[in-house]
């Protein structure tokens, strides 16, 4: 299972952090990607990124000068960091898991946390 | 990269059939790669339904079934059921100087009539 966390309400300008628990799995596994993707209200979804066992990681890059995904391997943990955030990044932030055995599709998700940009 | 073209929206009473297209076009090397279904439905964890173009994941309801020919691949719901009512994504992949990328379909959101 995967869990998102983090502050549902952020600043204009500011840091977008956002945390996702993996339980029932290792993030040391080496055929999985560990991915952020969002939907903005009334929109479609948008990948964001992933990082694969702590030494890669690739961007959408309409968002890479902005992002960053980092992996604790000890907790289980994977971040993103998304900086000087505008109310266009409003959205539900999902992190999910991706294989990288056959035609690389998420096969686990997470609920969604749903992140406000506003004063 | 790749477009994932989808109908904004298709409906169908209970019981019916109804297909939701999605049309690959601008892959960055010209190259289709397989395609993977999703239901999503608010408040709830985003489900994959088909992987790699028509394969079903355990516990997935045989309503569901997926297929593709060339640039284009198809979800089909049989037996429509109010539960079915949520939006779908369709996915594939592309490549890009520093890996794979993911590419979302625009959605289509289901209504049971």
């Known amino acids: 299972d995967l869990q998102e966390s983090g502050p549902r309400l952020v600043r204009p300008s500011e840091t977008l952090s956002l945390t996702c628990s993996v339980s029932g799995g290792s993030t040391r596994s080496d055929i999985h990607y560990w991915t952020w993707i969002r939907r903005p209200p009334g929109k479609g979804l948008e990948w964001i990124g992933y990082?694969?066992?702590?030494?890669?990681?690739n961007y959408n890059p309409s968002l890479k000068s902005r992002t960053s995904i980092s992996i604790d391997l000890s907790k289980g943990q994977f971040s993103l960091r998304l900086t000087s955030v505008t109310t266009a990044d409003t959205a539900s932030y999902f992190c999910?898991?991706?294989?990288?055995?056959?035609?690389?599709?998420?096969?686990?998700w997470g609920q969604g946390i749903q992140v406000t940009v506003s004063t | 990269h790749s477009i994932l073209t989808q109908p904004p929206s298709v409906s169908g009473a209970p019981g019916q059939r109804v297909t939701i297209s999605c049309t690959q076009s601008d892959s960055s090397t010209g190259a289709t790669y397989n395609v993977h279904w999703y239901q999503l439905i608010p408040g709830t964890a985003p489900k994959l339904l088909i992987y790699d173009n028509s394969n079903r994941p355990s516990g997935v309801p045989d309503r569901f079934s997926g297929s593709r020919s060339g640039a284009s691949a198809s979800l089909a719901i049989t037996g429509l059921q109010y539960e079915d009512e949520a939006d779908y994504f369709c996915q594939s992949s592309d490549t890009s100087l520093s890996g794979w990328v993911s590419v979302f379909g625009t959605g289509t959101k289901v209504t049971v009539l």
């Open positions: 990082v694969y066992y702590s030494t890669t990681a």
């Open positions: 999910a898991r991706q294989t990288t055995r056959g035609g690389l599709y998420f096969d686990s």
